[in-house]
């Protein structure tokens, strides 16, 4: 017999696992907002990528992040250094996580993703540029 209060019981969990996992399924270590360093000091040891659309990189953006919006990052993959780490970001981390294997599969091996997105960022009252689109590299 078809136990319903089970059956919602185990479809809470499952959604609850799934909510869990999606906190911790990226492929890349994790940076703190509070562990990037101001951009003028940290432009030798860190390259930022915002990949939101232009729109969003215009409202509010890391100080010193270039905007490469998802859609594009095959295509503009020159824009990224190699020689230094690069940290990339995107309001929740969906599309972070989508660049994560792009980024890999093309050779990059010093991504890391922004722990929070951008949304932690705006949260935290960590300082946000407005403006400006910044599609070149350093």
């Not at 998802?70 to 990224?80: A, F, H, S, V, W």
């Amino acid at each position: 017999m078809f136990n319903v209060k089970r059956a919602h019981y185990l479809l809470l969990m499952a959604l609850l696992s799934l909510m869990v996992r999606a906190a911790d399924d990226f492929l890349s270590p994790g940076l703190a907002p509070k562990d990037i360093q101001p951009p003028a000091a940290a432009r030798q040891a860190l390259q930022v990528i915002d990949l939101r659309t232009p729109a969003e990189f215009q409202v509010a953006h890391i100080p010193g992040a270039i905007n490469i919006p998802m859609p594009e990052l095959e295509q503009r993959l020159d824009k990224i250094r190699r020689d230094t780490d690069v940290l990339i970001y995107c309001i929740n981390g969906s599309r972070t996580r989508q660049a994560e294997p792009v980024l890999y599969a093309h050779g990059f091996e010093n991504i890391y993703h922004l722990e929070g997105a951008f949304y932690g960022w705006i949260k935290g009252k960590y300082p946000v540029e407005k403006g400006g689109i910044r599609q070149g590299g350093w």
